[in-house]
């Protein structure tokens, strides 16, 4: 009998994309999805699934989300937090095991270098915590997680939300733009990528090469935040320059409350941990392993971004 496969939540950015390369390779009959809003995936339910809602500010609702799961895909909370993120994440793993699922996929972030387990990044905080969490419990489960490469289409908040559809002259970051830099990674090929782990594991459990593991799925080669903000303008067809601030001033930019605030916190000096992150080269790591799952090279940062521009 084909193993369940369930995701939570399973109508995100990243759980999107994962489903939809999941459904290519197993029916939807072997889906359990799980998410805050049910009704977004109506298409998979007529096609078998199994629907079921839980959200993470709701713990009472991990009760019975996952009966029936033999492996889960938990893809983290969405914010930088880390006390609330870290209690979202083990509430809804120690739901799973005893639940009895017996393998859980969880997203994790590719800040921490070279699967280190130590960043200066506080959103790689709450990462770190939950990976440590899942290999304390290895009596009741196995895991893997999956190290997400900095998705390309993320550079927004690594560049003062630069909107390519309304660009300024100039990005004001703490930040030279000097190396190293990112191994942007296209979130697509990290959830196709991220689909064919599941699907491996599902397969063939006894020999799946990343049980208990991390595994880091970076883009395909190192672009400097120079570098970064030069292909935006070469998109679009303009000059644009890194100025390079302070923390305290990233931190008292007005349009940075509404985008780092969470639960009534403005967290933009937290967030400005991660350039020093980039500074000290934990995103600049570049490994095979995202290509050899897809089976081709992945999207060069350049050409997701010329896509975002048409």
Do not use: C
Not at 288 to 307: D, N, W
């Amino acid at each position: 009998m084909s193993p369940k496969i369930g995701i939570f939540p399973a109508s995100g950015a990243l759980g999107t994309s994962i489903l939809n390369h999941l459904a290519k390779l197993v029916p939807a009959s072997q889906l359990i999805l799980i998410a805050r809003r049910p009704e977004k995936l109506d298409d998979f339910k007529n096609e078998g699934a199994i629907i079921r809602r839980a959200d993470y500010d709701e713990p009472p609702t991990f009760e019975t989300a996952f009966e029936g799961v033999d492996i889960l895909m938990l893809i983290s909370y969405a914010s930088f937090e880390i006390k609330h993120r870290v209690k979202s994440h083990q509430r809804a793993i120690d739901a799973a095991s005893k639940s009895g699922v017996k393998h859980i996929f969880y997203s994790s972030l590719a800040f921490a270098g070279n699967l280190s387990d130590k960043s200066v990044a506080h959103v790689m905080g709450a990462h770190l915590e939950t990976e440590k969490y899942l290999a304390s419990h290895t009596g009741n489960f196995t895991y893997t997680s999956v190290r997400i490469g900095i998705y390309s289409e993320s550079f927004p908040i690594y560049t003062t939300w630069f909107d390519l559809r309304n660009p300024t002259d100039e990005i004001a970051i703490p930040h030279s733009g000097g190396g190293p830099g990112v191994a942007w990674a296209k979130r697509d090929e990290s959830g196709e990528a991220t689909a064919k782990l599941i699907v491996s594991y599902a397969n063939d459990p006894v020999n799946f090469k990343y049980t208990n593991q991390l595994v880091l799925l970076s883009g395909p080669r190192e672009i400097s935040l120079a570098e970064t903000v030069d292909i935006l303008g070469q998109a679009i067809g303009k000059s644009i320059k890194i100025r390079e601030i302070s923390v305290d001033e990233y931190a008292a930019l007005p349009q940075n409350a509404d985008y780092h605030t969470y639960h009534g916190v403005n967290l933009s000096r937290e967030w400005a941990t991660a350039w020093e992150a980039i500074r000290q080269g934990e995103t600049a790591v570049v490994t095979p392993t995202l290509g050899e799952i897809l089976g081709r090279e992945p999207e060069s940062f350049e050409t997701t971004i010329k896509e975002m521009v048409k």
